[in-house]
């Protein structure tokens, strides 16, 4: 059979990659009205009374995951917006897709305000913007962490 006819291996993903796949989803979903913090918190709280089926197959680490993420975006969420805004080049932030912005936000979060390492974040987030965006998002996610790093490791964030 021809490659391009085989069908394409989907990869297994890790529990984490699925809790940061939830977090994303739960972002994405009130970036596409360029939402508020409290309407973030509403619209986790509306997740969490929808999906206790998909919850209760989760794991305490996942669950804990996206709920401390969750609300540390909420506590964050003007802030991590703003250090988006100082690093786009060229760019405005209502241009930057639903996407790419949900991705950006959750990057931003992990990376500044819980100190995740930028090489293990950056992945994540060029994975899911890969399954999600467009063939050019992953490039554009990619960049502005590294411009948000650059900075980091400056001090000057």
Same mark, same amino acid.
Request: no cysteine.
């Given at each position: 059979?021809?490659?391009?006819?085989?069908?394409k291996?989907?990869? +297994?993903?890790? @529990?984490?990659?699925? =809790?940061?796949?939830?977090?994303?989803?739960?972002?994405?979903?009130?970036? =596409? !009205?360029? /939402? !508020?913090?409290? $309407?973030?918190?509403? /619209?986790?709280?509306?997740?969490?009374?929808?999906?206790?089926?998909?919850?209760? %197959?989760?794991?305490?680490n996942?669950?804990?995951?996206?709920?401390?993420?969750?609300?540390?975006?909420?506590?964050?969420?003007?802030?991590?917006?703003? +250090?988006?805004?100082?690093?786009?080049?060229?760019? !405005?932030? $209502?241009?930057?897709? *639903?996407?790419?912005?949900?991705?950006?936000?959750v =990057? !931003?979060?992990?990376?500044?305000?819980?100190?995740n @390492? *930028?090489?293990?974040? =950056?992945?994540? %987030?060029?994975?899911?913007?890969?399954?999600?965006?467009?063939?050019?998002?992953?490039?554009?996610?990619?960049?502005?962490?590294?411009?948000?790093?650059?900075?980091?490791?400056?001090?000057?964030?």
């Amino acid at each position: 059979m021809s490659k391009n006819f085989e069908e394409k291996r989907k990869k +297994i993903k890790s @529990p984490m990659r699925i =809790a940061r796949e939830e977090v994303f989803k739960i972002v994405f979903g009130v970036e =596409a !009205t360029e /939402a !508020t913090s409290d $309407e973030l918190k509403n /619209a986790f709280d509306i997740y969490l009374h929808n999906n206790k089926e998909f919850i209760d %197959t989760l794991s305490k680490n996942q669950f804990h995951f996206i709920n401390s993420s969750i609300n540390g975006i909420i506590e964050n969420y003007d802030y991590i917006k703003n +250090i988006i805004k100082k690093n786009i080049q060229n760019w !405005t932030y $209502e241009r930057i897709g *639903i996407v790419e912005r949900a991705l950006l936000i959750v =990057a !931003t979060y992990e990376v500044l305000i819980k100190n995740n @390492p *930028i090489e293990v974040i =950056a992945n994540e %987030t060029v994975e899911l913007a890969k399954e999600y965006g467009n063939e050019k998002s992953y490039e554009f996610v990619n960049g502005i962490l590294a411009n948000i790093e650059k900075l980091k490791e400056k001090g000057t964030i």
